[in-house]
């Protein structure tokens, strides 16, 4: 029963988040295209709109019809999704207006390299990942933590590069990230 509760707990929040997210997201879209900025991605965008909501659909499906308990080693799982709401929190309040969820790009404007982009190329979607993994296993829901690992690996192979590109062509950001892979940044030279 407790971990049905905690269950209902992590997940209102992290929809809850998602929901604030989304509002911020589209004050910040709005800001930006009347500032002129490009929308790029609009393709892909609606399928990884789909995968996240199904996410949860899934998830919730997993832990109810199979009866999933809470994880064993729920207090590491659990530390590893708080230093992800971290992350996520340091990723967009290190954008501020720029942040999206969607490609939306403001050309000329400066590349951001502070906060977590001085570490990782693609910090909002290196939380994502995290969390696709950390909140299914908080529950032993490990279909969904695979399958939405794969569809989210599978989503990051079109729009890392549909991302790249856009910045490329409206920004300086080659210069800017040339010492920095997808995800780790190069530590040799």
């Known amino acids: 029963m407790i971990d049905l509760l905690l269950f209902i707990i992590v997940i209102s929040f992290v929809i809850l988040q998602r929901t604030v997210e989304l509002f911020v997201a589209k004050g910040n879209e709005k800001w930006m295209k009347q500032q002129g900025a490009v929308e790029f991605g ?19 499906t997993e832990k109810i019809l199979l009866e999933r ?40 404007a400066k590349v951001v390299r502070k906060g977590p982009y001085r570490f990782l190329k693609h910090p909002n979607y290196f939380v ?10 908080l529950f032993n829901a490990y279909y969904t933590a695979f399958l939405f690992t794969v569809l989210n690996v599978i989503m990051l192979m079109v729009r890392i590069p549909e991302e790249e590109k856009a910045l490329q062509a409206l920004t300086e950001y080659e210069g800017v990230f040339q010492d920095c892979n997808r995800f780790i940044p190069r530590i040799v030279k």
């Open 128 to 137: 994502v990942a995290i969390e696709l993994i950390v909140v299914p296993l």
């Open 42 to 60: 609009e393709k892909h965008y609606k399928y990884m709109v789909i995968m996240h909501v199904l996410f949860f659909v899934v998830l919730a």
């Open 69 to 108: 308990g809470l994880s064993q080693v729920w207090p590491i799982v659990f530390g590893l999704f708080c230093f992800a709401q971290f992350m996520r929190i340091w990723v967009i309040t290190s954008l501020g207006k720029y942040w999206n969820t969607k490609i939306i790009v403001l050309q000329g």
